[in-house]
């Protein structure tokens, strides 16, 4: 049977892996003749990861399908505990990434490489993060929710409508953001040159 809220999770990971791999893509192209627009576009790349996934997915995760996965699936706890753990470090590791970033546009070139170092351990932590919850969480959700279980989940995850997923319209509080990111980040989440 068809879950909404593992749809969902599933988008909102395949939009967040598309942004952190279009993060890595401009980081290893660096500014060019661009900086302006460089800096601006990976700041707001790292406020979209902050303002979505930090708070909208993790707190649904973390206070609804988690406690009820690890009460009826005991053998995902460790793995749980350490998605938990995962969350808490999350939100402080953007918002580092986004003092890094804003340290190496104002002060030059020797913040550059802590802000690399720190944004490609960032990229790799994310990724695992998302398939241990894809690996192991998910599928002990399959099998252990019932459809009270089910209905509460589905329905919290319903209102995310992150439309980065390409599923939502955008939300025109965010447009402004929206509008930058795709337009002036790399694919696979934007428009922009190849260069930028």
């Given amino acids: 049977m068809a879950h909404e809220a593992i749809s969902t999770i599933q988008d ?5 892996a598309a942004m952190l791999r279009s993060i890595g893509m401009m980081i290893e192209r660096g500014p060019g003749n661009e900086p302006e627009r460089f800096f601006d ?8 990861i902050d303002e979505f996934p930090e708070k909208l997915h993790h707190p649904k995760e973390s ?20 998605l938990e753990k995962d969350h808490v470090r999350g939100e402080s590791s953007v918002r580092e990434l986004q003092h890094l970033l804003m340290a190496w546009e ?14 490609q351990k960032y990229i790799a932590f994310y990724l695992e993060h998302m ?7 998910l599928p002990a959700a ?3 929710l019932d459809a009270t279980h ?7 995850f319903a209102t995310n409508c992150d439309p980065l997923t390409g599923k939502y319209a955008r939300d025109p509080v965010y ?4 509008t930058k990111i795709v337009t002036q980040a790399p694919a696979p989440i934007g428009l922009g040159r190849s260069g930028a």
């Fill in 63 to 82: 206070e609804l399908l988690f406690p009820l996965v690890a009460e009826l699936a005991p053998e995902t706890r460790t793995t749980i505990d350490h």
């Fill in 12 to 16: 909102e990971h395949g939009a967040l």
């Fill in 142 to 144: 399959k099998k252990v």
């Fill in 41 to 48: 576009t990976l700041r707001a790349m790292l406020f979209y």
């Fill in 150 to 156: 089910w209905k509460a989940v589905d329905a919290a």
């Fill in 106 to 119: 104002l002060l030059g070139e020797s913040r550059r490489t802590p802000f690399e170092v720190a944004a």
């Fill in 131 to 137: 398939r241990l919850e894809e690996t192991i969480v």
């Fill in 175 to 178: 447009d402004r953001l929206f």
